[in-house]
């Protein structure tokens, strides 16, 4: 599975990006979660959001009422619409999936990550 991410760039703040994500590649089981992270130099990376194929979502406490998701299974895309965007959400944003899967060992989870966009907020 390949993630080819699209949107970033520099924005004041206050302004809003989307962030879209497209999964290709040999995809011969559900992808179950999709979602972006961001690694802000100097810090680790971390949730931003995800989706599951089933619809729910979880959101990191940052960007609760001013980040949506949305996801359309049978594209295997993710969106991700981010408004009143501050300084602290400058970093790089990188699209995730996961694909659940029983084998011999149990469960079993793949995980893929796309190679970032960057998001530059300005003040």
């Known amino acids: 599975v390949q993630l080819q991410a699209y949107g970033g760039g520099l924005v004041q703040a206050g302004g809003s990006l989307r962030l879209s994500c497209a999964a290709s590649g040999s995809i011969f089981r559900t992808i179950n979660v999709m979602g972006w992270y961001r690694q802000a130099p100097g810090k680790q990376r971390e949730l931003v959001a995800t989706?599951?194929?089933?619809?729910?979502?979880n959101y990191a406490d940052s960007g609760k009422g001013r980040f949506t998701i949305s996801r359309d299974n049978a594209k295997n895309t993710v969106l991700l619409q981010m408004n009143s965007l501050g300084p602290e959400d400058t970093a790089v944003y990188y699209c995730?999936?996961?694909?659940?899967?029983?084998?011999?060992?149990?469960?079993?989870?793949?995980?893929?990550w796309g190679r970032g966009t960057l998001v530059t907020v300005s003040s």
């Open positions: 995730n999936a996961k694909v659940v899967y029983y084998t011999s060992s149990g469960l079993t989870t793949d995980d893929y």
């Open positions: 989706r599951t194929s089933g619809g729910s979502t």
